[in-house]
């Protein structure tokens, strides 16, 4: 089976999770960042070199006013507090999406955390923040018109590998697509980087999930038989 290098994971749930409590969203959004740091710390000790996960979608603005400003300041909080435990573990933070229309201290914060753990090299973490998938490929795209404007690029090296060097981050495949909540769609994450990514839905919700069933996601990854359009005997 192929090696397991980069995991991605649509963190759904964390509204339900609360509502169930009788709690507000912004407690759920609270108790999965605390998840996500679990498992960042998990994956740094089993040594999968990369993990994608969706934390705020172009669409998620849509959103009352009131939840999108308490994920803000959240994010704020994570990348200036609690990712301190993440940074000494090695875990290397970057970031995927559209800065418009972000807050200038959420950008802030996101440009020092990846300017402070940018030597790391346990984990990759690869937060899609403001993100589509659609966004990506136009944004892509682009930027390689532009290039062949200035006359940097002839349009016939247009290939796959050059395409992939100008999406937002270079980074491997996702092998594994993890969605929590029961949820079974992709949600305009990551489309360029799945295209032959094997896929989980779990119906925990993003909260409760934990280190112990990503392990068996990941070992029922590792009997799967990835063919990648061809036969295996
Ligand atoms: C989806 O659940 C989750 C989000 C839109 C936010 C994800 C954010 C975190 C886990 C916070 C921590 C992230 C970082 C990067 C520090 P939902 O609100 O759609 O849940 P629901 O479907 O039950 O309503």
Same mark, same amino acid.
């Given at each position: 089976m192929e090696e397991l290098k980069h995991i991605g994971i649509i963190m759904d749930g964390n509204g339900r999770w609360a509502k169930k409590r009788g709690l507000k969203r912004s407690f759920g959004h609270k108790e999965g960042s605390k998840t996500l740091k679990k498992l960042c710390l998990h994956l740094a000790d089993v040594g999968v070199p990369y993990l994608s996960v %969706?934390? %705020? =979608?172009? #669409? !998620? %603005? *849509? /959103? =009352?006013q009131e939840e999108v400003d308490y994920l803000m300041d959240l994010f704020i909080e994570m990348f200036r507090k609690e990712f301190k435990v993440l940074d000494e573990k090695g875990v290397r933070v970057i970031f995927s999406g /559209? *800065? #418009?229309?972000? /807050?200038q201290d959420v950008l802030d914060s996101m440009a020092e955390i990846t300017e402070k753990t *940018? !030597?790391? =090299?346990k984990l990759v973490l690869n937060i899609c923040l403001n993100y589509g998938g659609h966004s990506e490929i136009i944004d892509t795209t682009k930027k390689l018109c532009q290039q062949v404007l200035d006359g940097k &690029?002839? &349009?016939?090296? &247009?290939d796959e590998e050059t395409f992939e060097k100008n999406l937002y981050q270079e980074l491997p495949p996702i092998d594994l697509l993890i969605r929590t909540s029961g949820e079974y769609r992709i =949600? !305009? %994450?990551m489309l360029w980087q799945m295209s032959y990514s094997e896929f989980y839905f779990t119906d925990t919700l993003f909260p409760d999930f934990n280190s112990e069933e990503l392990d068996q996601i990941i070992e029922k990854y590792y009997q799967r038989d990835r063919k990648f359009g061809g036969v295996k005997g």
């Open positions: %969706f934390a %705020f =979608s172009t #669409e !998620n %603005f *849509k /959103r =009352s /559209r *800065k #418009e229309p972000l /807050r *940018k !030597n790391n =090299s &690029i002839d &349009i016939d090296h &247009i =949600s !305009n %994450f």
